[in-house]
């Protein structure tokens, strides 16, 4: 062990070795080390992915652990204290900046061997493996490629042809091809978010998120999902998803043993399978019998449905308007989702007394003031109860992107960086007439919504420059319907925010 109190890294094309000893069976009783990770993340969000990969990690016999920066006060010491043997780090695009910089002061100061996965890692991975505090870089699904590097680790095997990895080794490259989807979900052991809710204030949140389809079939320009497809290059069955016994056991398993006084559950899929949906409320009701708020695409919206949800205890739905122009959201967004069908399933979720909530967004390539309007308008006669608006963030190699840079809306060296850091309240590198008050209209837009009357003072309040008045109007507003709308309660919600806020400085 060296001084710092962490194992030195190794040379990627040696074995690596456990300080120290100590074996102890491997997976399908095969000796080796038992290595240790630990992932390090900025903010205080439970993600699906670390806890899919704890969870396997420990099923093989290893060991997985979890620091998150902005609850520990001295991360560099703690993590010095649980010596693993590799580090790893998930990186969300907007936030990969500040997750580097933190990979970096670790590097130096501990000479740890680092692994980075998660969206940014996977499609931008050329930018992340040649980062000095990077020596791994994990691409795509990793449960099962994790497992077999740790495992190639602890026998003292050779693992640089480990597929869905890349690696630096003696000033060079290895790029290994991306394996097939796991196509059998319900062969993955349950969540370990043990790593998570060891920190109070996760674990005391009354409203706990879960998400259960990998994949999606639709194409939307300004989403990940298409790209990710296209990696894979049909490889397995892209839209995946678990059994009813296996997702209601997911949330029997935090209810029992975490607490939970309601369920979020942040899938836009969920109720895309009929008749898995009728099997799902039909266990709920008997296994859980929680309130709970859902996602849906509206043009998969029945009143039927509807009826199944209220019954089971859904008290909101979310609908993905994206723009009240029908033009924006086809031909620019290619959400492929007319006015009718969003007018019709919010009108059947109002009409059975649930909670409407929309996603809303401004700031879109060849987007008007007047067409930002518009998306009020609808919102307002769609009756939305919590219209949510953020400004599009556009990730470079998505569809849209191409599309922004052909019409000379955007720099074709574009970075996210160009969008700012905060998800609240985001700026746009995008060429637009009247971007000041589109971007100040982002501010108003729930207020608008709510509040229809005060939508003529707002056309009128918009044409003022920035300022901060407008930024804590947004800030109040949306902790006025989030706190209303959902569970989390003043306290919960305002120390979550702030310390998210915080880890975005970092």
Same mark, same amino acid.
């Given at each position: 062990?060296?001084?710092?109190?962490?194992?030195?890294?190794?040379?990627?094309?040696?074995?690596?070795?456990?300080?120290?000893?100590?074996?102890?069976?491997?997976?399908?009783?095969?000796? /080796?080390?038992?290595?240790?990770?630990? #992932?390090?993340?900025?903010?205080?969000?439970?993600?699906?992915?670390?806890?899919?990969?704890?969870?396997?990690?420990?099923?093989?016999?290893?060991?997985?652990?979890?620091?998150?920066?902005?609850?520990? =006060?001295?991360?560099?010491?703690?993590?010095?204290?649980?010596?693993?043997?590799? +580090?790893?780090?998930?990186?969300?695009?907007?936030?990969?900046?500040?997750?580097?910089?933190?990979?970096?002061?670790?590097?130096?100061?501990?000479?740890?061997?680092?692994?980075? /996965?998660?969206?940014?890692?996977?499609?931008?991975?050329?930018?992340?493996?040649?980062?000095?505090? !990077?020596?791994?870089?994990?691409?795509?699904?990793?449960?099962?490629?994790?497992?077999?590097?740790?495992?190639?680790?602890? &026998?003292?095997?050779?693992? @640089?042809?480990?597929?869905?990895?890349?690696?630096?080794?003696?000033? =060079?490259? +290895?790029?290994?091809?991306?394996?097939?989807?796991?196509?059998?979900?319900? !062969?993955?052991?349950?969540?370990?978010?043990?790593?998570?809710?060891?920190?109070?204030?996760?674990?005391?949140?009354?409203?706990?998120?879960?998400?259960?389809?990998?994949?999606?079939?639709?194409?939307?320009?300004?989403?990940?999902?298409?790209?990710?497809?296209?990696?894979?290059?049909?490889?397995?069955?892209?839209? &995946?998803?678990?059994?009813?016994?296996?997702?209601?056991?997911?949330?029997?398993?935090? &209810?029992?043993?975490?607490?939970?006084?309601? +369920?979020?559950?942040?899938?836009?899929?969920?109720?895309?399978?009929?008749?898995?949906?009728?099997?799902?409320? &039909?266990?709920?009701?008997?296994?859980?019998?929680?309130?709970?708020?859902?996602?849906?695409?509206?043009?998969?919206?029945?009143?039927?449905?509807?009826?199944?949800?209220?019954?089971?205890?859904?008290?909101?739905?979310?609908?993905?308007?994206?723009? /009240?122009?029908?033009?924006?959201?086809?031909?620019?967004?290619?959400?492929? @989702?007319?006015?009718?069908?969003?007018?019709?399933?919010?009108?059947?979720?109002?009409?059975?007394?649930?909670?409407? *909530?929309?996603?809303?967004?401004?700031?879109?390539?060849?987007?008007?003031?007047?067409?930002?309007?518009?998306?009020?308008?609808?919102?307002?006669?769609?009756?939305?109860?919590? !219209?949510?608006?953020?400004?599009?963030?556009?990730?470079? /190699?998505?569809?849209?992107?191409?599309?922004?840079?052909?019409?000379?809306?955007?720099?074709?060296?574009?970075?996210?960086?160009?969008?700012?850091?905060?998800?609240?309240?985001?700026?746009?590198?995008?060429?637009? =007439?009247?971007?000041?008050?589109?971007?100040?209209?982002?501010? #108003?837009?729930?207020?608008?919504?709510?509040?229809?009357?005060?939508?003529?003072?707002?056309?009128?309040?918009? *044409?003022?420059?920035?300022?901060r008045v407008f930024d804590i109007i947004f800030q109040a507003t949306y902790a006025f319907l989030t706190?209303?709308?959902?569970?989390?309660?003043?306290?919960?919600?305002?120390?979550?925010?702030?310390?998210?806020?915080?880890? @975005?400085?970092?």
């Amino acid at each position: 062990m060296s001084r710092t109190g962490m194992r030195l890294k190794m040379p990627l094309s040696a074995p690596v070795c456990r300080a120290g000893g100590g074996s102890r069976p491997g997976r399908n009783g095969v000796s /080796g080390f038992a290595m240790k990770i630990v #992932f390090i993340q900025l903010d205080p969000i439970i993600r699906a992915g670390i806890v899919s990969l704890s969870a396997c990690v420990k099923k093989a016999g290893h060991q997985a652990d979890l620091l998150i920066v902005s609850e520990e =006060k001295n991360l560099i010491e703690k993590l010095k204290s649980m010596s693993p043997d590799l +580090v790893g780090f998930p990186l969300v695009s907007g936030m990969h900046e500040q997750t580097m910089a933190i990979a970096e002061k670790i590097k130096s100061e501990t000479h740890a061997l680092t692994i980075f /996965g998660g969206p940014h890692a996977t499609f931008y991975p050329e930018e992340i493996i040649r980062h000095e505090a !990077a020596d791994i870089v994990c691409l795509g699904e990793g449960e099962e490629a994790l497992v077999e590097l740790l495992d190639s680790m602890s &026998r003292g095997k050779n693992y @640089l042809d480990t597929r869905n990895m890349w690696f630096k080794n003696g000033g =060079k490259i +290895v790029r290994n091809a991306l394996r097939p989807f796991n196509e059998d979900l319900d !062969a993955l052991p349950l969540q370990d978010r043990s790593i998570y809710y060891k920190y109070e204030l996760l674990r005391r949140q009354p409203s706990k998120d879960f998400v259960f389809t990998r994949g999606c079939p639709y194409r939307c320009s300004f989403c990940f999902n298409s790209h990710f497809r296209e990696l894979y290059g049909g490889q397995g069955k892209f839209v &995946r998803r678990p059994g009813v016994g296996r997702v209601i056991d997911e949330i029997v398993a935090v &209810r029992d043993n975490y607490g939970l006084e309601s +369920v979020m559950i942040m899938d836009d899929l969920f109720i895309a399978d009929a008749e898995w949906l009728g099997r799902f409320v &039909r266990e709920y009701k008997k296994r859980v019998n929680l309130p709970f708020q859902c996602e849906v695409r509206a043009d998969l919206v029945t009143e039927n449905i509807i009826g199944e949800l209220k019954e089971a205890g859904c008290t909101a739905v979310a609908v993905g308007v994206e723009s /009240g122009v029908e033009r924006i959201r086809n031909e620019v967004l290619k959400k492929n @989702l007319g006015d009718e069908k969003i007018i019709s399933a919010c009108k059947a979720i109002t009409k059975a007394g649930i909670l409407l *909530k929309t996603y809303n967004m401004v700031a879109i390539p060849g987007e008007t003031l007047a067409d930002a309007f518009k998306t009020v308008e609808f919102n307002i006669r769609l009756n939305t109860d919590y !219209a949510w608006c953020s400004v599009l963030r556009i990730y470079p /190699g998505t569809p849209l992107a191409h599309e922004a840079v052909r019409m000379g809306l955007l720099d074709e060296n574009f970075s996210l960086k160009d969008f700012g850091n905060s998800y609240l309240l985001s700026g746009t590198p995008l060429k637009l =007439k009247n971007k000041r008050e589109i971007l100040n209209l982002q501010r #108003f837009f729930p207020l608008a919504v709510k509040f229809p009357a005060l939508f003529p003072l707002i056309k009128r309040l918009i *044409k003022l420059p920035p300022n901060r008045v407008f930024d804590i109007i947004f800030q109040a507003t949306y902790a006025f319907l989030t706190i209303s709308t959902t569970k989390i309660g003043l306290k919960n919600f305002f120390t979550l925010g702030l310390k998210t806020k915080n880890a @975005l400085k970092t």
